[in-house]
């Protein structure tokens, strides 16, 4: 099945893996073997494997369909434990601690008959990328990443070296729950001190292309450079927009625009030469998915894709993007490359707008809001969005949730840290900040209706065109936010949810205070870092 060069026994990646990680290197290891290759292995080797229609893999990435950030630790070591933001998203782990579970991860990938490597780099711009190595026991593994992290060229991997950051997936072996600081079978640990990252009881593939992410979030802002967890895009004229929002709120819809470059659906980091994206792919939700709704991320999914946990005919290889039998959290990784517009290299200028996006499931934010710089960094810190039912299991009504900066999970250092960053790039390159809702009007999930995807892209490009600049504009109470009186493509009642409301005066207000309450409450939490004119800038209840 293999040519020499796909398998090789004794090369300076096997020599480096025996003696500073202690992997067998006297068997078969797969090293950056390409797509074909891999989907071989993955289809012979792989119970749950299959080919669709299209041509994409589907995988099945075992017990968890999601991430296990409970489970998320970083190393508590004397090189970076004084920058860590320490708490509920970044929990300690000792030294040692580390080193059972590194040691119970190389011994597993030991008892394994073949192994996969994959060296990639993140982040676009040469100035700033790190070298990254990922050793696996599954092919479906080596292609995600293959996929996620940016791939050398052939010359670049002769001179590859060594990394800069090592992954151990052993995903397929569990953490000894009786090791200190576990409290579970999954363990996901990064060690800034050792550049390595340690993963255990999950096969789900994200906490790779995450933690990959959280080592950025740390690396980054020592040099001077902020790490944003959004999407980027840029116009004809080479104007780039930053798209920040936590999942279900449209950021890699509303960022795949046929009418602009693609610079990156996820991950980003904008220093004093522009912005770059962080990854070499594309990790698009695919609930619902269709051609006509997502045309560029629907004819993405073809050969070289990972379909994770989807359903499919077993006669036809047609998948069924609405069932959620497996997973509401259905996924597709592809490579960049696959978005007939996307910008490579994936890099670009300076942002002329921020958009923050939100799926208020409340109905009472407003589908477009212009922001101050302090309301900007206010709902930065805030980054709210709202679960509906059927979501998660228990979630039975709307469910306010809050991750700061968009990306809690994946910050290091304090989230204040990151908001002042991007408070002082915003001021230096004069962007404009907006507030996207993309969730109900009308009423609140279960009565009214979720704004329509169609608005929701003409008000975008109402952004992009200037006109919404240049518009006018009225006081929203409460949330003392500034929202244009028109928009083309857009009703003008729909603008105001005031307007759109279909209940009572009473329940309207009753519920705008409500939501105001749980941001005011939340913010609680910064307030001691921020500034007077960032508390200033948050709803009056």
Not at 77 to 92: Q, T
Not at 270 to 295: H, M, R
């Amino acid at each position: 099945m293999f040519q020499q060069d796909e398998i090789e026994y004794h090369d300076p990646i096997h020599e480096a893996l025996h003696r500073e990680a202690g992997v067998d290197y006297t068997k078969p290891i797969i090293r950056n073997a390409s797509v074909a290759v891999l989907y071989e292995e993955a289809l012979k080797f792989e119970k749950g494997t299959a080919l669709t229609s299209a041509g994409a893999l589907v995988t099945d990435s075992a017990e968890k369909k999601g991430r296990s950030p409970k489970d998320k630790r970083i190393v508590d070591e004397d090189s970076s434990n004084k920058d860590v933001w320490w708490g509920p998203v970044n929990i300690k782990l000792t030294e040692n601690a580390f080193m059972i579970n590194r040691e119970r991860a190389v011994d597993y990938l030991n008892t394994r008959t073949r192994l996969y490597v994959f060296d990639g780099y993140a982040g676009w711009d040469p100035k700033y990328r790190i070298k990254v190595r990922v050793v696996c026991a599954r092919a479906y593994h080596a292609l995600f990443m293959r996929n996620m992290l940016i791939r050398p060229s052939d010359e670049e991997l002769e001179k590859f070296g060594e990394p800069d950051f090592t992954i151990f997936n052993a995903g397929q072996f569990p953490a000894n729950r009786y090791t200190t600081g576990m409290t579970s079978q999954t363990s996901v640990s990064v060690n800034f001190k050792k550049r390595e990252m340690v993963i255990l009881g999950t096969q789900y593939a994200g906490e790779m292309k995450k933690g990959i992410f959280t080592v950025m979030h740390y690396l980054m802002p020592k040099q001077g450079v902020l790490s944003l967890h959004s999407s980027a895009n840029e116009g004809p004229n080479g104007d780039v927009s930053l798209f920040f929002g936590l999942s279900g709120t449209g950021k890699t819809t509303l960022s795949a625009d046929p009418h602009r470059f693609l610079i990156g659906d996820d991950e980003h980091c904008w220093s004093d030469d522009g912005v770059f994206n962080i990854e070499g792919g594309c990790y698009a939700k695919t609930i619902d998915l269709s051609q006509e709704k997502e045309p560029e991320i629907f004819n993405a999914i073809k050969f070289g894709a990972v379909l994770e946990n989807v359903i499919f005919d077993r006669n036809s290889r047609e998948v069924d993007y609405a069932d959620t039998s497996l997973t509401e959290n259905t996924r597709c990784a592809y490579p960049i490359e696959h978005i007939p517009n996307a910008k490579i290299p994936c890099m670009g200028g300076h942002p002329s707008n921020i958009i923050l996006l939100t799926c208020d499931a409340f109905g009472v934010l407003p589908p477009v809001s212009k922001l101050t710089p302090a309301q900007a960094m206010y709902h930065f810190i805030s980054g709210y969005t709202a679960k509906v039912a059927g979501t998660e299991e228990g979630v039975v009504s709307p469910e306010a949730t809050f991750s700061t900066c968009f990306g809690a999970p994946f910050l290091v250092w304090h989230p204040v840290k990151y908001a002042t960053m991007l408070a002082e790039k915003m001021k230096q390159h004069k962007a404009d900040a907006w507030l996207i809702n993309t969730g109900w009007n009308g009423g609140a999930y279960g009565v009214g209706k979720r704004i329509s995807l169609k608005y929701s892209r003409a008000i975008i490009d109402a952004i992009h065109s200037g006109e919404l600049a240049k518009a006018s504009y009225v006081n929203y109470d409460v949330f003392n936010l500034s929202i244009p009186t028109s928009c083309p493509g857009v009703p003008s009642d729909v603008l105001n949810p005031g307007k759109s409301w279909l209940g009572d005066k009473a329940s309207f207000e009753k519920t705008t205070k409500d939501l105001a309450k749980l941001f005011v409450n939340h913010f609680a939490t910064y307030a001691d870092k921020a500034t007077p004119d960032i508390l200033a800038a948050g709803p009056k209840v």
